[in-house]
């Protein structure tokens, strides 16, 4: 029997944290991105371009790096799951599909260097802010465009309401991630590397 919308957003949920979030390094550049993220929300309304900027080298910076740099990639004894397996489970952009996108991201301001108006898209940039201004709504497009990707992608993987799932569990991840790793830069002062995952071991 399919299960319900929220219940399955609770899977996806719980499945990205226990496979992919017990670093508490990666836990506390969440927490980090999660309030930066809730920042260029807000933004979004009032200045799209500083949103993306925010969005971009903030809160993806200290989010992705947490993943590609601190998070465990042996044999998760936790989950008993090798690497190579959550990777392939993996619902949104595992790290194969991250680095496609991140090349993307760093390629933006590369064309607007090289092809100011971008083929007529864009208004050539007079100076740096305009250069600015362009990439940071180039970086939007790529933000929204990747989300959407993604999520159409999913429907054809496994249906739409995984897709729609994914994406509200995308969008949702900011007020999740704040509070669920609030106390992990507290945990990571006392020098706690790893979270034990006691209720993950205990299925809870």
């Not at 190579?84 to 991140?102: A, D, F, S, T």
């Amino acid at each position: 029997m399919r299960k319900g919308f929220f219940a399955e957003l609770r899977e996806q949920r719980w499945d990205d944290h226990r496979y992919y979030h017990q670093s508490r390094i990666n836990q506390t550049l969440h927490f980090i991105s999660a309030l930066s993220f809730l920042f260029a929300y807000v933004m979004l309304f009032i200045n799209p371009v500083v949103s993306a900027l925010v969005g971009w080298l903030v809160s993806m910076g200290t989010r992705q790096s947490g993943h590609f740099f601190f998070e465990p990639q042996g044999y998760d004894h936790v989950n008993q799951a090798t690497n190579e397996y959550k990777e392939e489970i993996k619902v949104g952009y595992n790290l194969n599909r991250k680095i496609v996108l991140i090349a993307l991201w760093a390629l933006c301001p590369v064309a607007i260097y090289f092809v100011p108006d971008l083929f007529g898209i864009f208004e050539p940039a007079a100076d740096r802010q305009g250069f600015i201004n362009n990439v940071g709504t180039m970086w939007l497009a790529l933000g929204i465009g990747g989300l959407l990707f993604r999520t159409v992608h999913l429907f054809f993987l496994r249906g739409a309401q995984s897709g729609l799932v994914w994406m509200t569990k995308i969008l949702t991840d900011p007020f999740h991630d704040l509070k669920l790793y609030w106390r992990s830069p507290f945990y990571l002062l006392r020098g706690q590397l790893i979270d034990p995952m006691h209720h993950a071991r205990h299925g809870a």
